[in-house]
Nanobody, 128 residues
Framework: VQLQASGGGLVQAGGSLRLSCTAR????????MAWFRQSPGKEREFVAA????????YYADSVKDRFTISRDTAKNTIDLLMNALKPEDTAVYYC??????????????????????WGQGTQVTVSS
């Protein structure tokens, strides 16, 4: 199974971008998936997560009400719609797949160490 991310780019503050991530080779969608991001000199941090059914989502406080994570279970794809982007959102964004089936709890889905499959990362740059 491979995670393939796309959709990054350069945008002005206040603009929008949509990131997508597809789990190629996965025949079901029982694993939660998430977006994390990493800026130079910082640790990879949680952004948003969605469970396998797509009916439970979690967001970091810094992106809540601006970002929306969604899931197409038939295509095994997750999207991250990012609105009202700020310069501090600049980072490499990584999609990840959780390492256990059918997890939906907040603590587990926010824990970077519980994701064992990662996409290649896509750069998001927000200019002021």
């Amino acid at each position: 199974v491979q995670l393939q991310a796309s959709g990054g780019g350069l945008v002005q503050a206040g603009g929008s971008l949509r990131l997508s991530c597809t789990a190629r080779g996965r025949m079901h969608s029982r694993y939660a998936m998430a977006w994390f991001r990493q800026s130079p000199g910082k640790e990879r941090e949680f952004v948003a997560a969605i469970n396998g059914n797509g009916d439970t989502t979690y967001y970091a406080d810094s992106v809540k009400d601006r970002f929306t994570i969604s899931r197409d279970t038939a295509k095994n794809t997750i999207d991250l719609l990012m609105n009202a982007l700020k310069p501090e959102d600049t980072a490499v964004y990584y999609c990840g797949e959780h390492d256990r089936l059918d997890r939906s709890d907040s603590f587990s889905l926010r824990s970077r160490n519980e994701y064992d499959l990662w996409g290649q990362g896509t750069q998001v740059t927000v200019s002021s």
